[in-house]
């Protein structure tokens, strides 16, 4: 039994564009200040009217969150049929678990745009730092699908040190979707390893994690659920309960 964990913004969620979107709006008379391009590491850097990580903070996961993170939308391929086709597939032999980083009223909203979004994983984990994505209330995962370079040199350096044999193959996933690139990383020096894969979307990981447990599928009972698109005053609702 293999544990896969799944990293939710820049995995499953573009979250960069409803956020450039809300701060043009919001900051009308600022937006020739935003500095194009970025990454999604740096955004504090592209945005100065926020000065700092402080500000921007308290702009997405407390002021905007649901506009951020909860309106968000998938990034290309579709991600979460993806992850519910694969769970669906070996989810009676193997563990998943979704792990991202969300503070404040963002893990409110993030709940809200996973069940939104139709994503039948009940497992779902939301860290404070990038640093917890690893060791935490969640099982330490023997595979894990991420954009953060970070966390991906982080999990590598452990599945090192503590020489963790896999039966698995490719135990770490780095996502870099060609088609968004808002959200190229700024890809941390990660030793080359052969447990390691750079792949363009979600679905390019689910394909090969497929293909190496391909003795354990037993039934495809996959049944597409699209957006639940909640009527306006539900989100509403939603939004004011947490002011
Ligand atoms: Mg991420």
New binding site residues.
Partial sequence: MAVIQI?????LRNFIESFDKNVRVDFEDRVDEIILPFD?WSIHDSYPMFSGNAGLHKYMYDEKPFEIFGRAGQLPHDPVGNLNRMINLLGHKHRFQIV??SKGKGKAASMYWLGRHGCTISNVHLVED?ADKIFGEHEVPDIII???GF?VKEFLREVVDNGWVTPYGTMAYL?KPESTPLLENTGHDIPKQKHFKVVNSFKEAVDDILEVFKDDIEVEAYEKISVLEAPTEVDKLIKESNE
Avoid: A, K, R, Y
Avoid at 7 to 11: A, E, I, K, L
């Fill in positions: 990293d939710v913004d820049g995995v999604s991202s980083q990038q991420e954009d953060s966390v996502v």
